[in-house]
Nanobody, 120 residues
Framework: QVQLVESGGGLVQAGGSQGLSCAAS????????MGWYRQAPGKQRELVAS???????NYVDSVKGRFTISRDNAKNTVYLQMNSLKPEDTAVYYC??????????????WGQGTQVTVSS
């Protein structure tokens, strides 16, 4: 049994910064890719950023240069630092992780989601 618990989020003014974190716990053997997705009202969920266990990162074009994803493998935690926030960044942010569990198999797990609202 694995859980992803997110923290952070809330209301921030345009141009401001906010950080999100997501900690994985449970029957974890190893974690491969960890990532952050977001879903705005009326839109499909999109990948914002991802990071491999080796530290390779990938970002959607709209956040490049503004958002930074990082992870602490010892803590099974992934972070998203968001700077220069824009109203169009408003969405529910979800963390995701591809986890190999002790009982065998690799599964994709999701956090509960956290609202980020950027006011203009």
């Amino acid at each position: 049994q694995v859980q992803l618990v997110e923290s952070g989020g809330g209301l921030v003014q345009a141009g401001g910064s906010q950080g999100l974190s997501c900690a994985a716990s449970g029957s974890i053997f190893s974690i491969n890719v960890m990532g952050w997705y977001r879903q705005a009202p009326g839109k499909q969920r999109e990948l914002v950023a991802s990071i491999t266990s080796g530290g390779s990162t990938n970002y959607v074009d709209s956040v490049k240069g503004r958002f930074t994803i990082s992870r602490d493998n010892a803590k099974n935690t992934v972070y998203l630092q968001m700077n220069s926030l824009k109203p169009e960044d408003t969405a529910v942010y979800y963390c995701n992780a591809d986890i190999r569990v002790w009982s065998g198999g690799v599964y994709s797990y999701w956090g509960q989601g956290t609202q980020v609202t950027v006011s203009s």
